[in-house]
């Protein structure tokens, strides 16, 4: 199995400001110039919420202050600017070999 | 709109069988070139993939679930369907089904949930 391991667990950001999560995963998910890599938003009580896939192809609706970027085996999640309604917990998910997950970011206000 | 629902008892007893069922609306399972998939998520914990299902009835399984799992299709009712044998409370979770969301592709991100059940396992 492909482990994906996020960093940090949590993290504080005040509005605004730039947040970064980190993903990498134990094997490449590079084949064929794409990398098979998601990026969920999930807030309390509702399922996952696609942002991200093919790692930086933002999903249609998505504000543009979320993007995604790297390659391989190292990926990160940006938001731009923190807004108020950003407050969830984010994963990274790859789709190359069956499906695993990363544990998750859990993301706070400062 | 897609929309997915899923349905089933919220409380199974151990050692018996959790039996869930995913409604799809607003897109046909049969004329679909989508994917469908099972993922679970243990209450204040992360996300685990289950397994997947296209309309022919081809499956794939979390090889860690496989010997205790079936995941089946009834494209006359537009649905697909989890059944999850020798529960324990380990398998206390949210269950999600969700659509794969590129054609033809197993390989694939999910970009439609349903919005989830409580499955509890206890006596």
């Known amino acids: 199995d492909i482990v994906m391991t996020q960093s940090p667990d949590s993290l504080a950001v005040s509005l605004g400001e730039r947040a970064t999560i980190n993903c990498k995963s134990s094997q490449s998910v590079l084949f064929s110039s794409k990398n098979y890599l998601a990026w969920y938003q999930q807030k309390p009580g509702q399922p996952p919420k696609l942002l991200i896939y093919?790692?930086?192809t933002r999903e249609s609706g998505v504000p543009d202050r979320f993007s995604g970027s790297g390659s391989g085996t190292d990926f990160t999640l940006t938001i731009s600017s923190l807004q108020a309604e950003d407050v969830a917990v984010y994963y990274c998910?790859?789709?190359?070999?069956?499906?695993?997950f990363g544990q998750g970011t859990k993301v706070e206000i400062k | 709109q897609l929309q997915l629902q899923e349905s089933g008892p919220g409380l199974v007893k151990p050692s018996e069988t959790l039996s869930l069922t995913c409604t799809v609306s607003?897109?046909?399972?049969?004329?679909?070139?989508?994917?469908w998939g099972w993922i679970r998520q243990p209450p204040g914990k992360g996300l685990e993939w289950i397994g997947n299902v296209y309309y022919s009835g081809n499956t794939y399984y979390n090889p860690s679930l496989k010997s205790r799992l079936t995941i089946s299709v009834d494209t006359s009712k537009n649905q697909f369907s989890l059944k999850l044998r020798s529960v324990t409370a380990i398998d206390t979770a949210v269950y999600y089904c969700?659509?794969?969301?590129?054609?033809?592709?197993?390989?694939?991100?999910?970009?439609?949930w349903g919005q989830g059940t409580l499955v509890t396992i206890s006596s």
């Open positions: 998910h790859q789709y190359y070999n069956t499906q695993t």
């Open positions: 607003g897109d046909s399972i049969s004329s679909s070139r989508y994917y």
């Open positions: 093919w790692a930086s």
């Open positions: 969700a659509r794969l969301g590129v054609i033809y592709q197993l390989q694939s991100y999910f970009d439609y």
